[in-house]
């Protein structure tokens, strides 16, 4: 054998296995991020947060060709992950529609889509133009299946561009709009419908910022700019709750905006001439050609049905914690407000709060870890399986599961049960409700 002929092999022979490395480095990730997505699905399901409840990715894996730039793109923790070279969903729960993995895809592969094959979700029925199937009543926002803050902003605009376009008449000179809701979506619709020369009336049936508002202080609320109308774009990129209210109120203010904060609508009623009739917890009414919803999926929120519900110590979100000191606070609830609330105020104040299972469920895992830390530290009390049974002046009645009820020393309480699907009140109003399955989103805001 010729020294040409043994320099080639060896050349070859070294590239070959220089491959074979390669290959084998490779395949060995590729099995340990499988593994460790697997680990995380599987804890997922446990826990409950595998099965998505609202607007999610869904990934065609005869489309997915592995780039992983959806994992990358994906501002939330544990959402997306790699099983055998293409991309998963994991904790589908915690998605909050953002739609950078959309975006991030070079092939097209995903589509964000609200419930599943086997999960419906109650969804009003919403047309491109953000108009309902009842003409002159529009839907934006979190109700209409988009959560997302700048999705809402942009949903805001766009549902006001569409009432702009349609040129409805209104020969009796009402109100040409009337918002339902001050979140992200309606404070975006009042500047535009101000900046298009509407007139309208923004009614809330709390607090100026919505949904927003409840949010405890800290909570960043915002991933990515957002264009709102009569300001221009919005850079904060990372903010807190307490700056967005305040850019939003600094807006309204400079172009002398009113938000009827405290009026809830109670009732949409339609005219014989189309327009609508809008009664308010108030006792005012309001007369406007067109309606535009932009609450929130929970309209109102779920009480328990025990006694002393009602009292002035009971509250179903969080307003100032820092303001609260040495106080005795009960708070129930397992989900992710809960556990934040409790936190927020467990430095300063004695913090029980009561569980009804016997673990956190649909939860982030750093509020988990978080909130199990505060524990073991004595820095608050987890009592699991547990439940209020009555309200009472300067104590509460608490059930644990197994044990006698015991009345518990009280100043304040906090309950998170979730909130009311406003199904009733969009039906009342002729808005048409379907449980849709795998939905599809045309809009990505």
């Known amino acids: ?88 969903v994991i904790n589908a729960s915690n998605c909050v529609g953002h739609g950078a993995c959309f975006h991030a895809c070079p092939v097209e592969a995903i589509t964000l889509r609200i419930g599943t094959e086997v999960r419906g979700i109650d969804l009003p029925h919403v047309n491109q133009n953000f108009e309902t199937n009842m003409k002159g009543i529009y839907i934006a926002g979190e109700l209409g299946g988009m959560g997302l803050i700048k999705n809402s902003v942009e949903q805001g605009q766009q549902a006001i561009e569409s009432i702009l376009n349609r040129k409805k008449p209104n020969s009796k000179k009402l109100i040409d709009v009337a918002i339902i809701g001050a979140g992200p979506a309606g404070i975006s619709a009042t500047l535009s419908a101000k ?67 405290n009026s809830k609508v109670e009732n949409i009623i339609p005219q014989e001439d189309g327009s609508f009739k809008l009664v308010t917890s108030e006792g005012k009414d309001y007369f406007s050609n067109n309606v535009l919803i932009a609450i929130g999926r929970r309209g109102s929120p779920r009480k328990l049905g025990i006694l002393g519900e009602d009292s002035e110590k009971v509250a179903y979100r969080m307003l100032e914690p820092e303001l609260i000191e040495n106080k005795d606070i009960l708070v129930v609830g397992g989900g992710d407000s809960a556990m934040e609330a409790a936190m927020l105020m467990m430095d300063k104040n004695r913090v029980k709060i009561l569980v009804r299972s016997d673990s956190f469920t649909r939860s982030k895992p750093k509020n988990r870890e978080n909130i199990t830390m505060a524990s073991e530290s004595g820095r608050l009390e987890i009592i699991f399986n547990s439940g209020l049974v009555s309200i009472n002046p300067r104590s509460c009645i608490v059930k644990i599961e197994y044990q006698d009820a015991v009345e518990v020393k009280n100043d304040l309480v906090y309950i998170f049960a979730g909130g009311l699907l406003p199904t009733a009140f969009l039906e009342k109003a002729g808005v048409a409700i379907t449980k849709r399955f795998g939905y599809i989103m045309k809009k990505h805001g």
Request: hydrophobic share 40%; glycine share 6%.
């Open 1 to 88: 054998m010729s020294d040409l002929v043994l320099e080639k092999i060896i050349v070859y022979g070294t590239v070959f296995l220089f491959c074979v490395v390669i290959v084998f480095l490779y395949l060995r990730r590729k099995n340990k991020a499988t593994r460790q997505t697997m680990a995380k699905v599987a804890i997922a399901k446990e826990e409950g947060l595998h099965e998505p409840v609202s607007l999610h990715p869904f990934i065609d894996p005869n489309a997915c060709i592995g780039s992983g730039a959806c994992v990358k793109a994906c501002p939330e923790e544990d959402i997306l992950g790699m099983v055998n070279g293409q991309a998963s």
């Open 195 to 261: 900046k298009n020369g509407l007139t309208s009336v923004t009614l809330e049936q709390d607090s100026l910022g919505g949904t927003v508002f409840t949010f405890p202080r800290s909570k960043v609320v915002m991933t990515s700019p957002m264009n709102l109308p009569l300001h221009g774009k919005v850079k904060l990129r990372d903010t807190s709750k307490q700056e967005l209210l305040e850019l939003w109120q600094r807006v309204i203010s400079e172009n002398n905006i009113s938000i009827k904060e």
